[in-house]
């Protein structure tokens, strides 16, 4: 079977992350492999050598020319090959239009089984995969932070608010992997050298089939108006210990009265 | 004669080399160098971590299993990994400066028993020149091997080799010839094999004693021993280079060695002078003194400014060494420069690293502490700075001869 892993190159956490005057995220500075997605090509390359019959494992973006090296990055981690789709039409694209550029990809490479990191670190809207689920008709789920694969039925846990769920879905299926499925382990420097071997498959819209009209500002539903830094959160109370018994009981009284204790 | 031993390693792929290092030391060698160090325990997980990483084998031929890396490239990991603790680039040094002996003048039968293995890490390898009363004056050493029969049994005692218990081979350069003069014209590097971490070897290996590893002020984690020779044989064929080429030929395969391993040393320093300058900008923008951050404060300014402009200047003259052994070229001169001033800033950084921090700076609780004891080690190994300024103005003097 073939497993396809979606991956996006995000401004490096290191930097901070400022808006445009354009309402975009302004992505000039270091760059890195969206973290999250590290997760999903550890997972797929995990599912093969659990023994699952894993023919390929191919490593898909949309982004900018210069995300070629995060791409290669993806493919040192265990891709066999990778796919990039660049054009300047893209480029405003939102969650859906991306989504939709994405499953398009997908389709003309026609896996069993597509993994992607459950968010990126620049926007972080954990819904790319559940787009992609939409737009191939196929089961998405999100936050899986467990895989175990039998012929094509996918067994798998999902982080819920009190505890996981276990679930069983049937291949093809999106699934978007959490950041506690696993620990990437760091690629050789050997496979670092070998991923520039690796066949990379460079796209434009046209050349993907891709209508330019679903894409880009045009083709994106949201419309970036204002940003606003999330409130400063108020400062905390100090409290000197000049006394231990005092202190403790300064500290018991400020959690009773907050109905803590 | 200096020759190129691998093709140039392309920038995109060192960069990208240089960047996974740089990860692994951030999670791997700062968050536990504290712990080893403080134990002086020998750092086995971050060292199979380099084994999977491949390090081991970077500079070793792709023939030969390894990744054929440029030494401009090698020397990139190195600041990297010696920015996490000097101890960690120093257990791959010496297996390095083992490959390059064995990849410059080793025969082919030579490179095929050994390099492979050490490519994966599976054996590493010390050198030795050093002897109890002899260190920089290597025409000093007593150390003997004398033709028995066919084989060679060496007498003597080694000193200071680092890695010497956990390693499997130990370069070794002794005197086979006591009447040549000049005395180095009999001197050969025979390749010792020993059982890794066994300090009495027995069986083949019998003759051949690692005693205690020695206390040092810092640089632990990695073993520093003697090692002695009492009758330890040998054949002819593990004299590097073979017997007919390589015997009373081993001097100036060594010095050739030392040069890329002063490249080596010159890089932790660089390394250690980069940790120094990051911990002195963080402490110094968290730690207020009257009223401000201490940053704020012009004569902090000054030091942090001194610090960074030696640590760039090291950097260039140590990359220009690698740069010139990539090319083909000697590097003799720049190795040298590079080996004094990147060691010295190495030492310097790390000192007012120390002063910034205050009290703090002496505590156990504070890196920099580490730091400070670490740092003599590259003024001391591999030729101290007094010699490189000997080897320096003796190579300018005979260069502009009048």
């Known amino acids: 079977m073939k497993i396809l892993v979606l991956v996006k190159e995000v401004p490096d956490a290191a930097v901070e992350k400022t808006i445009g005057a354009d309402g975009r995220i302004d992505r000039s500075g270091e760059k890195t492999l969206n973290p999250s997605d590290t997760n999903a090509l550890e997972a797929a390359v995990q599912l093969k050598e659990a023994g699952a019959d894993v023919s390929e494992i191919v490593a898909v973006t949309v982004g900018p020319d210069s995300a070629s090296r995060s791409l290669q990055g ?21 969650v859906v239009a991306t989504g939709y550029a994405l499953a ?25 995969g559940s787009v992609v689920g939409q737009f191939l008709g196929q089961p998405a789920l999100s936050q899986v932070s467990k895989l175990e694969l039998s012929g094509t039925t996918l067994t798998l846990e999902r982080q819920a608010e009190y505890g996981y769920d276990t679930l069983e879905v049937t291949l093809p299926a999106v699934i978007s992997v959490s950041d506690s499925a696993n620990e990437p382990r760091y690629p050789s420097l050997k496979a670092i050298m070998g991923a520039k071997k690796k066949p990379v498959e460079k796209l434009d819209l046209a050349g993907a089939g891709i209508d330019a009209g679903k894409v880009g500002t045009a083709g994106s539903g949201v419309e970036c108006k204002d940003f606003q830094a999330p409130a400063a959160k108020a400062a905390g109370t100090i409290i000197t210990d000049e006394d231990t018994a005092a202190t403790v009981e300064q500290i018991v009284a400020w959690l009773d009265s907050r109905k803590l204790v | 004669m200096a020759v190129a031993l691998s093709e140039r390693t392309d920038k995109e792929t060192q960069e990208q080399i240089v960047e996974l290092v740089r990860q692994f030391t951030d999670e791997q060698i700062l968050p536990n160098a504290e712990k080893y160090d403080h134990a002086d325990e020998y750092p086995q997980d971050i060292v199979d971590g380099l084994k999977e990483l491949g390090i081991f084998g970077a500079t070793i031929p792709e023939e030969y299993g390894g990744l054929g890396l440029d030494l401009s490239t090698y020397t990139r990991i190195v600041v990297e990994l010696a920015r996490g603790w000097i101890s960690i680039p120093g257990v791959v040094n010496t297996h390095f400066i083992g490959a390059y002996l064995l990849m410059r003048f080793g025969t082919e039968e030579q490179k095929q028993k050994y390099l492979p293995r050490m490519a994966t890490g599976e054996i590493t390898a010390a050198f030795s020149l050093s002897e109890p009363h002899a260190g920089s004056d290597v025409q000093a050493i007593k150390t003997t091997a004398k033709k028995v029969g066919d084989d060679y049994e060496l007498n003597g005692a080694k000193m200071w080799l680092t890695n010497g218990l956990t390693s499997g081979l130990v370069f070794t350069l002794v005197v086979t010839d006591t009447e040549a003069r000049p005395r180095y014209k009999g001197m050969t590097c025979f390749i010792l094999e020993k059982e890794p971490g066994v300090s009495e070897n027995t069986g083949q290996y019998a003759g051949l004693t690692i005693p205690p590893k020695i206390k040092k002020m810092g640089y632990k984690g990695v073993e520093s021993t003697e090692m002695v020779l009492d009758g330890y044989k040998t054949s002819g064929e593990q004299i590097l280079g073979g017997e007919e080429v390589g015997l009373n030929g081993g001097f100036k395969q060594m010095m050739d060695a030392l040069e890329v391993g002063r490249v080596n040393v010159a890089a932790r320093g660089v390394g250690l002078a980069q940790r120094a300058l990051e911990l002195a900008l963080r402490y110094s923008q968290e730690r207020e003194t009257f009223g401000k951050p201490i940053a704020e404060h012009q004569m902090v300014q000054g030091h942090i400014a001194d610090m960074a402009a030696r640590l760039e200047g090291a950097r260039l003259l140590t990359y220009q060494a690698a740069e010139l052994k990539d090319e083909g070229k000697s590097s003799n001169l720049e190795a040298a420069m590079a080996k004094m001033v990147a060691s010295e800033a190495g030492h310097a950084n790390t000192e007012a690293c120390l002063r910034l921090h205050g009290g703090y700076g002496y505590s156990k609780e504070y890196e920099v502490e580490r730091l400070y004891r670490d740092a003599p080690l590259l003024l001391i190994g591999e030729g101290t700075s007094d010699i490189q300024r000997l080897n320096i103005s003796k190579q300018l003097l005979k260069k502009y001869k009048i």
């Open chain 1, 74 to 94: 993806a493919v040192s981690r265990g891709a066999d090959r990778s796919i990039h789709l660049s054009d300047a039409g893209l480029a405003g694209s939102d």
């Open chain 1, 104 to 128: 398009e990809l997908v389709k003309r490479e026609n896996p069993e089984l597509v993994l992607l990191g459950q968010q990126s670190d620049d926007a972080g809207c954990y819904a790319v």
